[in-house]
């Protein structure tokens, strides 16, 4: 396999260079068929077993298009602030596809069902770019090969698989405008939006949006050209990369290779890349002119796309809130700081937290509980937290019976290993295990009057006005009704008592 190639120290390229960046998504549709046949859409099941004469291309065999992928593909251009054609046609992409028996890709070309569009990303230190959206069009999925032997890649492989399964699975791809102005930004920004596309189409449910399954992947195009220059430099597009870090760090990495060679009096050559997680570098793929002659013609077998104003109209009332400006107002509507408001989001938590909130708990409270006694729960039993037996009303439940003084913090915490023990709701844990916090002031007193009995000498110093002395007899008293006295009760007791 080549080597590393020469790179320029990344801030030297920036400042050298403009960068230019564009990303082409591709969003595989959770729809339950695929998109020209009524084969299922599913991961996993063994080679070859959900295919028809559709998706294997076999002659006369005639497809048509799944609906419910045109209302989520849609979806997906409205979401993106795109205007959605009322007529689009498909084209056959002819080209070899060993994986594609039809030997051409059905595809649209020159009418997508969505164009013109824009999405605001925002990036780690605060600023919000506006990405234009050149356009989303539907196509299909190819199938998967495996190259047996030779390291998995088709060179120096013994033979190879194929297994037609995805072939025909509808997929969206999304483009990007040329992306001026991200300069050293620029390889997070594109990790930043191919993360926001994943999160929009996973909260539209539209996607399983899993990105290591390859649901969703990017091409990311990147060209420099040098400062001052108008004409866009000569782009490479490193294909499939499928893990955000990837994306950033393919996109970093490009930038720094092809600046070296500029820097050296070079050329870049248009072509794909490939991107190497593991040793962290692109290779060379095949060259691609801007033209590829892929003989695109419109598709006679399929009748045009043309969605009715009704149609667009109710799957627009339908969105979700985009997933950005969701996050955006719960953390002004939850008063947090960056840090702690980014706690939840990278732990996952957010749905959790904010179902918490509606049901009644304060967002600190249900933030408390949701990243600190259960995440640790989960990750003592190494599990995810939505495999615990613990919803958002428990953990509201809880937070209500600590603020109403029947629980304190260690009954609550008790409480919620029993419900995640699978032993019922919250009042049910804390009735079964006898859990409630005793503020009946006839059983403190007795206990409060045996604990200053047996510790004269303390009730000397309260009365003396060293009050922070009580500690120690509400740590007595603790201790004698096994952790559930009320303790803010016990201490007015104590205080009393000294007075008397
Ligand atoms: P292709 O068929 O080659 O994949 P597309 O039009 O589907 O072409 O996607 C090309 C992507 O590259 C788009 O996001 C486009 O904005 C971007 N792009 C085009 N020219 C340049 C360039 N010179 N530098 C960086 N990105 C570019
Ligand atoms: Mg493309
Ligand atoms: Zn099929």
């Known amino acids: 396999m080549m080597a590393k190639a020469e790179l320029m120290d990344f801030d030297k390229a920036i400042e050298k ?34 295919v028809c004469p559709v998706c294997l291309g076999l002659p006369g065999a005639l497809p048509a298009v799944n609906g419910k992928a045109v209302e989520s593909s849609i979806a997906i251009g409205l979401a993106l602030n795109c205007s959605i054609a009322a007529d689009g046609r498909f084209a056959r992409k002819n080209y070899f596809y060993p994986d594609l028996s039809k030997n051409f890709q059905t595809s649209q070309y020159d009418e997508p069902i969505a164009y013109d569009g824009e999405l605001e990303v925002p990036v780690s230190n ?133 600046a070296a060679i500029l820097e050296s009096g070079g050329s870049i050559t248009q072509e794909t890349r490939h991107w190497h997680e593991d040793k962290k570098y692109t290779s060379a793929g095949r060259p691609k002119s801007d033209a590829d002659d892929y003989r695109y013609f419109p598709e006679p077998d399929l009748v045009p796309v043309q969605p009715s104003e009704e149609l667009i109209e109710k799957i627009r ?37 904010d179902q918490t909130v509606s049901l009644g708990a304060t967002a600190q409270a249900a933030k408390k509980w949701w990243t600190g006694e259960i995440a640790r729960i989960a990750n003592s039993e190494g599990k995810e937290f939505t495999e615990l037996a613990v919803t958002p009303k428990d953990v509201a439940e ?33 009735s079964s295990r006898g859990l409630e916090v ?36 509400i740590g007595a008293v603790m201790k004698e009704m096994r952790g559930q006295a009320d303790a803010a009760r016990v201490r007015e007791l104590i205080l009393e008592r000294a007075k008397s």
């Open 126 to 258: 605060g600023k919000v770019f506006t990405v234009g959206i050149e356009r989303a069009h539907m196509e299909e999925d190819a199938g998967k090969l495996t190259h047996v032997g030779g390291a998995g890649r088709i060179q120096g492989a013994e033979y190879s698989l194929v297994d037609f399964n995805r072939a025909g699975v509808p997929l969206v791809e999304i483009v990007t405008k040329p992306i001026f102005g991200a300069e050293e930004l620029a390889p997070e920004l594109a990790s930043a939006y191919v993360r926001q596309i994943r999160e929009i189409v996973k909260a539209m449910d539209v996607s399983d949006a899993r990105m290591e399954r390859g649901n969703v992947r990017c091409d990311a195009n990147v060209s420099l050209r040098p400062r001052g220059q108008e004409k866009l430099g000569t782009r490479t597009e490193t294909k499939n990369v499928n893990s955000l870090r990837s994306v950033e760090n393919a996109v970093r990495y490009e930038i720094q290779r092809q």
């Open 438 to 473: 005793v503020s009946d002031d006839g059983a403190l007193t007795a206990a409060v009057d045996k604990a200053l009995a047996d510790q004269p000498d303390v009730l000397e110093k309260i009365r003396a006005g060293k009050e922070q002395a009580a500690g120690a007899i």
């Open 317 to 353: 009332s339908l969105l979700p809130e985009n997933p950005a400006s969701r996050r955006a107002r719960l953390q002004a509507e939850w008063g947090m700081g960056d840090n702690e408001f980014r706690d939840i989001v990278n732990s996952d938590l957010l749905d959790e937290v």
């Open 17 to 50: 260079y403009e960068v230019v960046i564009g990303l082409e998504v591709h969003v595989e549709l959770n729809t339950n068929t695929k998109m020209f046949c009524g084969c299922a859409n599913v991961f996993g099941s063994e080679p070859n077993t959900n």
């Open 398 to 430: 809880l937070e209500q019976m600590i603020s109403s003084g029947k629980l304190n913090d260690r009954l609550a915490r008790e409480a919620l290993a029993g419900v995640i023990a699978g032993e019922g709701t919250v009042a049910e844990v804390v």
